[in-house]
């Protein structure tokens, strides 16, 4: 009880709080600027979903429509057609975001690899109409416009 007592009179609780607070004051400062330099974003990061292609260009999407299935949000419109070499390949892939939990199950079911996460974060808009990708929008290569903004706001 006295212990107490001498804790309340002292305002030992307030020294602790400001000694916190000194100790932070004279560390290097850890803070981005962010629209000039964003903070990188961890490996296992899962931003916007993207489409790939193969090293000759090919898309590696078969129009399986595995991810369409697995999508618990429906957020997926797939149609696909054989090519001239007899393979399939899609002809209309549209993803709503608006839709999109980020859930991952749909990166898990694809069998060729072909649909996966970017490290794109920037995500906000004022038009619901932007929320929604075309299948030429998933092919952007939104980590590479980054990266070329990041060097035109820093030289």
Known sequence: MVAKFLKKILLIDLLIGLWVTLKYTFKPKVTFQYPERAKPTRRRFRGILRLYRNEQGQPLCIACKMCQRACPENCFDIEGAKDADNKMRP?????ILERCTFCGLCVEAC???AIRFSHEFRLSTLD????SFAMDQMYYDFDL???LQGELVNP
């Open 128 to 131: 619901r109409r932007n929320l």
């Open 145 to 147: 416009q980054e990266h």
């Open 111 to 113: 069998p060729t690899g």
């Open 91 to 95: 002809t209309r892939f549209n993803w």
